[in-house]
């Protein structure tokens, strides 16, 4: 990407710089354009140091410091050969591009998303199935660590869960659901995570729903089946079956929503293999008042 770009100052930027050696350098700028010249012009961090000139080889826009955060350390985690993956990757559609602008650049790292492997000696990305569901995989990990730091953080940002949600829609439509045969337990358990919280996405949440009950024994977790059943039940205004949703009474103490037979809601969760509603309501009133 040799072209000189102005970047808008408009969200964070997470970018790879390739110097002398080969040597890759990940990191984040919310003035991308300021950052480069600086660096350009000698202003160069100590990590780079002998390793000039460097070129901008990959870039893709955030709207927070924390999910940028987030996919930042995803990419610092790849092997070296997965990281030439998504530059193989990324370079190839850049040069394919017709328009080579800021905004393409962005747009290429947005659409390749966390690429699969690329064949030996081949001229394009070469997705098998194994590749797709690593990349889908490392994906939904990385969108569930931004998950998790916007609601560890002091500001609420629900653009997250919506672009969230509608990531998960097209992997869903791509792979079916993400089971721990595909993509692995964590990323499975994400999978739920990230569903979970597309409470703007009732029929989504629906969906997920029906494809978690089909999968064979294995495949899903049976908590999360549950997890996500009640909070369906509770959108809908219906009792619940586990008892895993609570809100707070008139005076203020935590409370499981309304309960469907609730002398048989233990049985329920042993079922799944959750401990006893008194066990949970005991847990989520220590958390609240910790």
């Given at each position: 990407?040799?072209?000189?770009?102005?970047?808008?100052?408009?969200?964070?930027?997470?970018?790879?710089l390739r110097g002398l050696n080969a040597y890759l350098w990940i990191s984040l700028s919310g003035d991308l354009t300021t950052r480069l010249a600086a660096i350009e012009q000698g202003g160069v961090p100590l990590s780079l140091k002998g390793r000039t000139p460097v070129e901008l080889v990959y870039v893709r826009r955030y709207p927070s410091l924390e999910e940028a955060r987030a996919v930042m350390k995803t990419l610092k985690g790849y092997t070296r050969e997965r990281k030439?993956?998504?530059?193989?990757?990324y370079t190839e559609s850049w040069q394919a591009a017709t328009e080579k602008t800021a905004d393409t650049a962005c747009?290429?790292?947005?659409?390749?998303?966390?690429?699969?492997?690329?064949?030996?000696g081949s001229r394009a990305p070469v997705r098998s199935k194994n590749d797709t569901f690593q990349a889908i995989s490392a994906e939904m990990i990385a969108m569930s660590e931004a998950d998790q730091a916007m609601r560890k953080s002091s500001v609420w940002d629900t653009s997250i869960d919506?672009?969230?949600?509608?990531?998960?829609?097209?992997i869903v439509a791509e792979i079916g659901w993400p089971t721990i045969s595909k993509v692995g337990k964590q990323a499975a358990q994400m999978a739920w995570l990230l569903v979970q919280h597309a409470g703007h996405d009732r029929?989504?949440?629906?969906?997920?729903?029906?494809?978690?009950?089909?999968?064979?024994?294995g495949e899903v977790d049976a908590r999360n089946i549950a997890y996500l059943e009640d909070r369906v039940r509770v959108s809908e205004g219906r009792p619940q079956l586990y008892g895993t949703q609570f809100?707070?009474?008139?005076?203020?103490?935590?409370?499981?929503?309304?309960?469907?037979?609730?002398?048989?809601?233990?049985t329920r969760r042993a079922e799944v293999g959750l401990g006893t509603?008194?066990?949970y309501t005991a847990n989520i009133r220590s958390r609240r008042s910790s």
């Open positions: 990407m040799q072209e000189t770009l102005q970047f808008p100052q408009e969200g964070v930027y997470v970018y790879i030439e993956r998504l530059l193989a990757c747009q290429i790292g947005e659409q390749i998303g966390f690429p699969p492997a690329r064949a030996s919506v672009r969230n949600t509608a990531r998960m829609r097209q029929d989504f949440q629906r969906t997920c729903l029906a494809l978690m009950r089909a999968q064979p024994a809100h707070a009474s008139e005076q203020g103490v935590l409370e499981p929503f309304p309960i469907e037979d609730q002398d048989q809601v233990d509603l008194a066990e």
